[in-house]
Structure formats: C-alpha cells, structure tokens
C-alpha cells in the first residue's frame, strides 16, 4: 500500500523534522510538523513555506499552444502578457468543472499550467484528447522533475531569497535565481497573504528549502493550508467543486469570459447563467457550538438543503466557519441555517465567503 | 511521563483516583498529540451516566472529530470548564489542568482491569513502533 504513494523529492526532509504525514491524492505530504495552529499563524503574521510539490506542473509549448489553451480554458491565455498568469477553470462539455488552474505564460508560445493533484490522468487524457495528434502542440508533465515551494506570508519580501522578486506585481512571474537555483517564481498563493510559488528542478530541492529554513520561514503542512485557504474563502477542488458543479453556483463566474471564443463548455454555461443557478457555494459562521466538517448536513426548519463542503476551526478569527452549497433563496448573507453535527440542528448564518481578508 | 498512580485504557484515557469510588478523566499525552491541536471538546453534563467502554463525548481537532470513550462506568460529577472555554489545555497539559470530567464510578472492580502505567508505556511504545515502520522510507 504504502508503497504506491508518491513522495515529493523533500520527502526525507518532511521525515527528518518528524512531520506527521498523511496520504492525499495519492501523495505522501506533511499534514504538520509541530502544530496546525503554530503553522497557521506563522503564515498570517510572518513566513510559512509549504512543500507542494504535488500541485501538477504541465508545460504546453508549440506555435498553437495558445490558442489550444484558449480552446480549453475558461479565459483566454493568449491574452496574458508573457511574465503574467491568471486563475482560470478547465469545464466539460456540460459546463461542469474539471479542475481549477492557473495558466502562466512563460514566452510567446510557452505556457505553464499549474493544477491540482487529483485525476492527473483523466486531464492529462483530456488535455491530449483536444490536442490530438497536433505535432505544434506539446504537452509535458514535468510534476516529477520539478519541486514547488509556497512560500507565504506578510513578511516573504523582506527575505533575503525574495528581496529579489519583491518588485513583481500579484500574478507576476519571472525566471530568476535563488542562492545560485535556477527558479521561476510567481507571486500567487493559496493563503490569503502575500507570497510567491516557486518552481525549480528536483535536484534543486533541498538546496532551496534549506535556504529558507536558515532565513527562518517556518515548515507548514498541508493542515495549515487547508485552514489558512478556509478562511481566505478559497475553494478546493474535489471538496467545494467538481465535476457535478458549474462555476456559476461556485462562485467562480468571474473566472468566466464568455468573450472568449469557442471554448469548451461555454454554450451549456450560457444556458445556465440564462436560466439562473438554483444553488450556491456559501460561507457560514458557526452560531452554536459546534465544528462543522465536510458532509456533514445543512438544514433550515427540519428540512436538508445541503451539504457541507468545507468547514474547520478558524484560527485567526477564534471562530467555527464552512462553506457549502445551498438553495439560492437561502444565500443571502444574514440567513439562518442549521448543521448537523451528530445528529443534532446547531445554529449557523450564512456570512460572506471571504471570512478573512488580509489587512483587515 | 504517564503518571504512575493513574490507570490507562486502549483508548488512551486515564483515571485520576481521587478517593476509593471518584476520580478524574483525561486523554492520554499519545491521544493528544495524535489529534493535534483540539479545539473542541463535547462533554457529558454533570450528573449524565456513563458505561465503560461507551462513549461519553467528542474531542476535535483542527484535523478529526475522535470520540471519548468512559473508562469506568459511573456518574459525571463534574466537567472541566476552563479545558471547554480552552480545549488546548489537553494538548498542554494532558495529564493535570487538561482533565476532562470528574467521576463516581459504580462498579469499582472494571479499574482493576485498566492498564497501570508500565504496561500503558508498552502499549503505546508497540503502537510507536507500527507507526515508524509505516511512515518510513
């Protein structure tokens, strides 16, 4: 069993500082190193790096590799600037959501998409399935010959390793070198902070860490980046999405040109945004006592409504949140509703999504 | 570690024994530190019945939602209000201020069946060791 799992080229590392470690998409990954809440906080108020090798790298490359893009995303890549990237979806035929992405443009015809770990091979199939046998479009899966480390957290641009970067605008990347490591470095992030994702090849790996660990960033796993995500309203795919969801009742039609051409999904999307989504992903706050957890049953006066997607203890903000979805008419910030934690109705209402927004 | 005049269970709870027939509940230094930062304690109110072996209440970390299991049958008598309003006094101090309930227990030969704490110490060492074993190279 264990065997089968993938392991990033830190994993010996994530061993040595006695991690404890968990499975997830079929990878073996930190869950913490020495406490959730620690690490949490580390990110809102210093700098947390994170091992995410297992974020799926794809370069696409080739004279049509943009318009190829153009063909399968939800907004348009040949329009990003080269140096820039921007979060956008994969949807089936049916509209329904396929993973979340986000598309960096690396030169004239070279792009970088950077996906979840989950169902590598049903996309790499569908992302080969469009492309065909198109001899000016090159797909290359490079997860296994890459790390990528988050780095994340109000004080990353005062770091020696990425006073260097500290200039690029949110979404900007470049080529650059840290310690003498070749890297590219965007500035996104998955936290609600300030940051940058940094990709370099697996050779690199530990060089780079350790770079960091002598500037002081602090090792997080992958518990701290669920929670630190939860209460910057960011949705994980597989949990608050996936196939049987359209963006609209996601929340995520701004990810949605419908400007852009012929896309694939886009005339099921214009039949759904025209008759109107029936429910919606909605953030709640915990009224009563109570955790809520992904699954666990939302209700109004007895009746189910809906399911948890996501839901924790928030650190920062020293309350219980989650999201889930809903019917439209109960949506509206100030609704209450009721989860069912074992069996018993606690209070809940629906608040805004973002819970936590930095420098609030 | 594990106190020596306290008695342990295969879940991880302990008994304090104050007095022949009362004593206070807590989760083990092992539990806690698997559950990782616990958040939320779920309690049984004073005066609720409880059987060994079955469960009396909930402790969840950021992570897991874990149930507490009774070590002894008997009566709550009492519950841990600071550890409610501050659940990581289980992670601080798991075997003194992070106890959880307080208990008059009805059959007092079930706490000769728990485990002292030299055998509570093997115990938990043979379950270290599947876990190394699993979580290496």
């Known amino acids: ?360 | 570690m594990t106190p020596k005049e306290y008695k342990y269970t295969p879940e991880h709870e302990w008994i304090c024994p104050e007095s022949k027939n009362k004593g206070k509940v807590g989760l083990a230094d092992y539990a806690q530190s698997q559950l990782g930062d616990i958040v939320f304690l779920d309690l049984p109110a004073p005066g609720t019945q409880v059987e060994q072996g079955k469960k009396m209440g909930e402790v969840e970390s950021v992570k897991a939602v874990s149930d507490i299991f009774a070590p002894a049958s008997g009566q709550v008598l009492e519950i841990n209000q600071t550890a409610i309003d501050e659940p990581g006094l289980v992670n601080k101090d798991p075997y003194g201020a992070g106890w959880l309930v307080r208990l008059e227990f009805s059959k007092l030969s079930e706490l000769d069946a728990l485990m002292d704490s030299d055998k509570y110490d093997e115990f938990v060492a043979g379950l270290s060791e599947n876990e190394s074993g699993q979580a290496g190279d």
């Open chain 1, 1 to 360: 069993m264990m065997e089968l799992l993938k392991k990033t080229p830190l994993n010996k590392v994530h061993h040595e500082l006695r991690a404890r470690m968990t499975d997830f998409a079929d990878w073996q990954l930190p869950v913490w190193y020495t406490s959730i809440l620690e690490e949490h906080k580390a990110v809102r108020s210093g700098a947390g790096m994170f091992d995410v090798s297992h974020t799926g790298r794809v370069w696409i490359t080739g004279k049509k590799s943009g318009a190829f893009l153009d063909r399968l995303l939800t907004r348009r890549a040949g329009r990003l600037e080269i140096g820039s990237s921007q979060l956008c979806l994969l949807c089936l035929e049916d509209g329904g959501i396929l993973d979340d992405l986000c598309a960096y443009r690396v030169g004239t015809d070279r792009y970088l998409i950077v996906w979840n770990a989950g169902d590598i091979e049903q996309k790499l199939g569908w992302l080969q399935r469009w492309a065909g046998s198109d001899s000016d479009i090159v797909i290359q899966d490079k997860t296994g010959d890459t790390v990528m480390l988050a780095v994340q957290g109000p004080a990353v641009c005062q770091l020696q390793n990425l006073k260097g970067v500290s200039h690029l605008p949110r979404f900007g990347h470049t080529q650059t070198r840290i310690e003498d490591v070749e890297v590219l470095a965007a500035r996104i992030g998955y936290t609600g902070e300030d940051g940058f994702e940094i990709i370099t090849d697996a050779a690199n790996a530990l060089q780079l860490w350790e770079s960091f660990m002598k500037q002081g960033v602090k090792p997080c796993g992958l518990g701290a980046r669920d929670s630190l995500r939860l209460e910057a309203g960011m949705l994980l795919y597989g949990q608050d999405m996936d196939r049987s969801t359209n963006p609209f009742e996601a929340g995520l039609g701004w990810l949605v040109e419908m400007d852009n051409g012929n896309f694939i999904g886009k005339s099921a999307l214009l039949e759904i945004k025209r008759q109107g989504v029936k429910r919606k992903h909605s953030g709640f706050q915990m009224t009563g006592q109570g955790i809520a957890r992904s699954g666990y049953k939302i209700v109004k006066r007895g009746q189910e409504v809906g399911k948890v997607t996501s839901g924790g203890y928030a650190p920062t903000l020293d309350v219980n949140i989650g999201f889930g979805y809903v019917p439209i008419e109960l949506a509206t910030i100030g609704t209450d509703i009721e989860i069912m934690i074992r069996n018993r109705p606690v209070a809940a209402q629906v608040v805004n999504r973002q819970f936590y927004k930095r420098g609030a």
